[in-house]
């Protein structure tokens, strides 16, 4: 059977993907030695606090107590490079055209549910898709977002003065420190997901990220496999 | 690389295959979406070639990955402080570009006004003896000599109030109702030196100005170092009162300063010396590694 060469991910992608890594890394951890200093929140029910951010124990294990004025040198240095990193990579998404892979349209989140009925194995058949599937193109266009977020409510909290007509806008100093919070834990939440989905797309889906490349049937040979809107393309 | 791959491979664009009936239910359709697809070759080939390609761009990308995880590591800590420490002095220089001291901080309702939180004590060791205080202030225009104040001097000056958001660099923050001096006020009333040595004028040129205070307590325990804009912002007061009563001992009676320009770390407590000063002051916090600016 005829092979063929894919090219999946563009050379920019790659490299801002995996410099992305460790910048976010050392924004999450710099991040959790600052929150230390001032623990407030919580999963609440109600009344009942289920899960308090954090337990002693997780600071204990991390090392993370007293280094606050370390986090502040961390945070404010990498914050740089992660904004910077990130503003690129919406840019190169914007004129290389690769948002077509990325962004949802009207109908994704019916296919998104499918996928992941798919995924939980109660749904047999993946629906159509192009690099991504619906589901992916929610999360990642998600997380674009949430990185803007991050941006913009570390922003709020970093010059509560200077930009005050911001962070007004989101609600006060306090509830712009509680946003900016939740997106880290969602950030780490994606990456709990995204690393479970990749591990299961296997080998060929992961090296693709990392050289560009992917093997493929040949087109013509499995007519259902032909275009991109084909079943099955993988992570 | 990507020269590199033009020539390994004949790029070729391929538009969608439209099937009518996927078509009303495919994103990658409707935001016509392309693949890059190479010619077909045999299994064996497209193996070979990817393995070509795997080993480099792994070896590329795995040598960049240690170097960068080891280079972080292995920096020596000098190296890294000053690097942290620059970026801490290129913040402050960014921030100081985007400052307008016309910009203030929102003020609050009386009844926003947070239960008092106490937080930080040091040089105030001794039990105050409000007797004995007075403030002494050097550094200003046309005097070798300090000069020695009483809070009545203080209280003779522009009384403002102010209800407004105290931060903590720890993350918390309380509204505060303060009553005291703006800083600008004293400051043209107590003349600061220029950088020239001509005649001062706090309102118009501050830019003239020596571009530093340093305030310390009575028994230097504790001392802060502002830039002169931030400290001749309107919102920055020599603080007498607070929540509507005299300053309490572990609030910095007499007096102390409040602002929402910068973090509770800068807002002295006590304060026994004023000193306007060409050069950057020292500052308590800043000496273990917290950010000399921190400013809102």
Redesign the interface.
Known sequence: ???????KHP?AIRWLH?INF?LLTMMIWSGLL??W??P?YGLWFFRWELFHFFPQGFYDVLGVPFR???G???H??FM?LFAVNGLIYVIYLLVS?EW??I???P??FG?ALRVALHDVRMVKKL?????YN?AQ?IAYTLVILMGAGSVTTGLAI?????L?WL??LLG???WA?WMHFWLTILFVLFFAVHVVQVAMAGWSNF?SM????E??D??GEKATE????GEGAKA | ??GD?DKV?L?QV?E????PA?E????????????????????G???A??FA??RR??LM?GAA?LA??FGWRWMPDETKNN???R??EL?ERV?QF???PS????EFSRERISPRRVNGLIGMDKELDPAAWSLSVGGLFGRDSDITLTLDDIKALPRTEMIT?L???????VIVQWAGVRFSDFAAHFLPKTIDGSQPDVANHPEKLVPYVSLSTPDSGYFVGWDMPSILHPQTLLAYEMNGEPLLPEHGAPLRLAS??KYGIKLIKRIGRIEFTAERPRDY?AE????WYSG?
Request: charged letters at 30%; a positive charge; hydrophobic letters at 35%.
């Open positions: 059977m005829k092979k063929q060469l894919e090219k050379l995996w460790p600052i929150y200093a001032n407030v606050l004025a370390e502040l040198q961390l404010f240095f740089w055209g077509r892979a962004l949802p349209v109908g994704s296919r629906p159509p898709q192009g690099k619906d193109r970093y010059k509560p003065l200077q005050a962070t007004s006060g100093y306090e420190r090296r990392v050289t560009g490349y093997i493929v040949a087109a032909i275009s991109v809107a | 690389m990507r791959d491979l790029e391929r969608l295959r439209r099937d996927d009303r239910r495919n994103t990658a359709s409707i935001l016509n979406e392309k693949r890059r697809l190479g010619p077909p070759i045999d299994a080939r497209a193996r070639e990817m390609r795997s761009t792994f990308g990955a960068g995880f690097l942290l420490r970026t801490f913040n921030s985007f400052y307008r910009r203030l901080a929102p958001e931060k903590c660099i720890e993350g918390w923050s929402p320009t916090w273990s590694g917290y950010d809102h």
